[in-house]
């Protein structure tokens, strides 16, 4: 069974850092891309970023453009998203996701076949 799971999520203060990480269980991933979207109390899941199986591209949201980055370790089936300069908006719960062997990044939902459970960020003011 396919799997993602995040980790890495808390309660931060306005301007700190945190990274999260998204475990893959299966090497399919190691070719796919990959992303992280948010989902804030009563708003739509919103794509955050994403990285392309090969990892020489990367998309980004113009509102945390700047701010945070994403990355990929093959060799541990792994991504991260750094988050520095946090903001009381950036409040909600995080979620990798996974293309099905597909290399290309997407930037909505329903281009991403597997996702993890979800991690909690909070930042306040």
């Known amino acids: 069974q396919v799997q993602l799971v995040e980790s890495g999520g808390g309660l931060v203060q306005a301007g700190d850092s945190l990274r999260l990480s998204c475990a893959a269980s299966?090497?399919?991933?190691?070719?796919?891309?990959m992303a992280w979207f948010r989902q804030a109390p009563g708003k739509e899941r919103e794509f955050v970023t994403a990285?392309?199986?090969?990892?020489?591209?990367?998309d980004y949201a113009d509102s945390v453009k700047g701010r945070f980055t994403i990355s990929r370790d093959k060799a541990k089936n792994t991504a991260y998203l750094q988050m520095n300069s946090l903001k009381p908006e950036d409040t909600a719960v995080y979620y990798c996701?996974?293309?099905?062997?597909?290399?290309?990044?997407?930037?909505?939902?329903?281009?991403?076949?597997?996702w993890g459970q979800g991690t909690q960020v909070t930042v306040s003011s």
């Open positions: 299966d090497r399919i991933f190691s070719s796919s891309a």
């Open positions: 990285i392309s199986g090969s990892g020489s591209r990367t």
């Open positions: 996701a996974s293309r099905n062997g597909y290399g290309t990044t997407g930037t909505t939902p329903h281009e991403y076949a597997y």
